[in-house]
């Protein structure tokens, strides 16, 4: 089983910035890819960023340029710098991770959630 223990969600104003961080934790053969996803009520959860074993980043438009996601290997960890927010960046933030265990079995899994608000 693997645990996710996300951080750094928070109330900012409007061009504030702020950090997530998801430390993943338990039997992981290997990482293959980490990402943050976004949702508000009402709406499907979309993607914000991801970042492969590799390093290879992709970027929803909306936030191109504002935010970036990094990733500490030997920590199992995966970071979301936000720049400029915006009252629309206001969301519950999902830490992704896909894995691969000792079974060989590609497994994804979520982080319960912390919420972003920018206020105008």
């Known amino acids: 089983q693997v645990q996710l223990v996300e951080s750094g969600g928070d109330l900012v104003q409007t061009g504030g910035s702020l950090r997530l961080s998801c430390a993943a934790s338990?039997?992981?053969?290997?990482?293959?890819?980490m990402g943050w996803y976004r949702q508000v009520p009402g709406k499907q959860r979309e993607l914000v960023a991801t970042?492969?074993?590799?390093?290879?980043?992709n970027y929803a438009d909306s936030v191109k340029g504002r935010f970036t996601i990094s990733r500490d290997g030997a920590k199992n960890t995966v970071n979301l710098q936000m720049n400029s927010l915006k009252p629309e960046d206001t969301a519950v933030y999902y830490c992704?991770?896909?894995?691969?265990?000792?079974?060989?079995?590609?497994?994804?899994?979520w982080g319960q959630g912390t919420q972003v608000t920018v206020s105008s």
């Open positions: 970042i492969a074993n590799g390093g290879s980043t």
């Open positions: 338990g039997i992981i053969f290997r990482i293959n890819a």
């Open positions: 992704n991770v896909h894995i691969t265990n000792f079974y060989a079995n590609s497994v994804e899994y």
